[in-house]
């Protein structure tokens, strides 16, 4: 019998084997492996931890140090919570306490989820914990839920009539209309980066690959209006993919990798423009073409539009949104513990809100999921 | 003796961060792996996202990973529990005619062979059984045990499993 079955022939195995073994490579990479030091020795080390830090923060030069780290990172004048935002709208934002929903009459905590994105008009948001992906309004309650394994990275599309929401799985692009039912599988293996909805009519979806290859179509006809390769029309491969994203008018599709802004036409797999550089993120203005990137050197973060640096500061830069309108940004910066809110039109205007993680109930820094929605 | 050893080199150097002892676990244990999937849910597509989900949730619980153990049979039990998982969903889903429009071209549907012939036959839970005693080798207890089952009820689907296979081969 072991014979018999170790001789039935398995489809797609080869490739099957190197698609799970770059999933699973990629995977490793973002994991920190945990030191196993000796039961005895660790009071021992936590006592020597202990005692150091207290030595070099009564030394004169460690008292120095200090100082100079809390005047440099974070701006002095920042509000002590978030109270109101700059522009209209209202935040989505997900911490370790799950997903909330940032509005004028307050935040409000929707549930222990972990990620979570607006509906088309922001009247809901699909939200995704370990094992489920879940509708809610506004106010929390849930419209319906999924089960299915691993779900990650909703994003929700459409019109006032239809909708649909794409969703990874662990190495799968699922797709489900807004009411929840009729899900299918609608492409993969898909590499960790969210499967983003090109704006405009129909539902055309786009995705990277486990080898970093983009791919364009339509998930009702499943064709794709890259043609230049057989099929739904593959990009050349980008090595270490992070981020996708349109252009509010559809036109220009935003890869940015681990060490490149690619820039892509709605009709060609060619890029129309390639900027090798390590960026922590980037955004189209809405409807414009415009960019704000964040990136860090040496030590010090840059936030800019175009070539314009709007915002400086010690230490990391995390997430950026633009606000509804286009005329604010939000960027995050976890070496403050702060939210800075940076006018990105008109005079330089600058606003700090301060203890983000405590606001939020959260150990990791808060991440902002989206900024709804234009009136 | 050796690979047992060799074995638990890869787990230890696994779990400080090694990528090539990672790789040396993932390239030993994938095809059969790969294969124990495909026996219990004949759906090329879904072996390809269970192998690969249940390496991922290995690697996610490698720290606290007891060396001692073997690494193989810890991740083949993943592996088919979440293939009989796999066959239930789709049969719920086959039942509330939840047609999916959208055929992906990597999915091969129709098993086909003998054996494969055969298996299909049987169901997913007794399949599953099958696989773990004759390809991943596992003892019926260790069955009962990772599938959370009566040791007689492992042993009668086992019996009727291979009665069945007798009369189709």
């Not at chain 1, 919570?81 to 409000?108: M, N, T």
């Not at chain 2, 690979?3 to 638990?8: M, N, T």
């Not at chain 2, 294969?35 to 249940?54: F, K, N």
């Not at chain 2, 036959?121 to 004759?134: I, K, N, S």
Request: aromatic share 8%; with cysteine.
């Amino acid at each position: 019998m072991k014979r018999e079955l170790e001789r039935v022939e398995i489809p797609y195995e080869h490739g099957a084997r190197e698609r799970a073994w770059n999933v699973l490579q990629a995977a490793f990479a973002d994991r920190l492996p945990v030191e196993r030091t000796s039961r005895r020795l660790r009071p021992v080390l936590a006592l020597a931890v202990v005692l150091a830090v207290v030595a070099a923060a009564l030394s004169p030069p460690g008292r120095a140090v200090i100082d100079e780290i809390r005047e440099a990172v974070g701006i002095e004048r920042a509000q002590p919570a978030l109270f109101s935002l700059p522009a209209s709208g209202k935040l989505l934002v997900a911490s370790d306490a799950g997903i909330w929903v940032v509005q004028e009459d307050g935040s409000r905590l929707l549930g222990d989820y972990r990620e979570a994105t607006w509906s088309p008009f922001g009247r809901f948001v699909v939200a995704a914990r370990e094992n489920e992906l879940a509708a809610l309004e506004p106010d929390g309650d849930v419209r319906w839920t999924l089960a299915r394994r691993d779900v990650r990275s909703p994003r929700w599309a459409g019109t006032e009539t239809d909708t649909r929401i794409a969703y990874l799985t662990t190495s799968r692009v699922h797709v489900v209309p807004g009411d929840g039912v009729g899900d299918v599988d609608a492409g993969g293996p898909a590499a960790r980066v969210a499967a983003v909805w090109r704006p405009g009519p129909g539902f055309t979806l786009t995705y990277v690959n486990t080898g970093g290859r983009v791919s364009i179509y339509d998930v009702d006809s499943g064709i794709g209006p890259w043609t230049d390769a057989p099929g739904p029309g593959w990009s050349r491969r980008f090595r270490a993919p992070r981020k996708l994203e349109w252009s509010s008018d559809g036109k220009r599709l935003l890869l940015l990798t681990r060490e490149a802004l690619v820039q892509f036409g709605p009709r060609s797999s060619t890029p129309l423009s390639v900027r090798e550089e390590r960026l922590v993120d980037a955004a189209f203005r809405p409807r414009s073409h415009e960019l704000a990137i964040i990136r860090t050197r040496q030590g010090v973060s840059e936030l800019l539009v175009g070539k314009r640096v709007l915002f400086r500061g010690t230490g990391q830069f995390r997430d950026l949104a633009w606000s509804p309108d286009g005329r604010w940004l939000l960027v995050s910066w976890p070496t403050a513990d702060q939210w800075v809110f940076v006018r990105a039109t008109g005079g330089r205007r600058i606003r700090g809100v301060a203890n983000v993680s405590e606001q939020f109930r959260s150990r990791s820094f808060p991440r902002v999921e989206g900024w709804c929605c234009a009136p | 003796m050796r690979a047992a050893r060799d074995e638990r080199a890869h787990v230890r150097g696994a779990q400080r961060g090694s990528v090539s002892d990672l790789e040396a676990l993932f390239r030993t244990h994938w095809p059969r792996a790969y294969r124990a999937a495909y026996l219990v849910t004949h759906d090329a597509g879904a072996s390809e996202d269970i192998a690969q989900e249940s390496f991922l949730a290995a690697m996610r619980a490698l720290d606290t990973f007891d060396r001692r153990r073997p690494f193989g049979p810890w991740l083949h039990r993943i592996v088919v529990n979440r293939a009989i998982d796999w066959t239930r969903v789709r049969r719920l889903r086959s039942e509330l005619e939840l047609s999916e429009s959208l055929p992906s071209p990597e999915r091969n549907e129709t098993p086909s062979g003998d054996v494969l012939a055969a298996l299909a036959r049987l169901p997913p839970e007794h399949r599953a059984v099958v696989v773990m005693r004759y390809l991943l080798e596992f003892t019926p207890g260790e069955i009962a045990e990772a599938l959370d089952l009566p040791r007689g009820t492992v042993n009668s689907r086992l019996r009727r499993g291979l009665d069945t296979l007798a009369e189709e081969l």
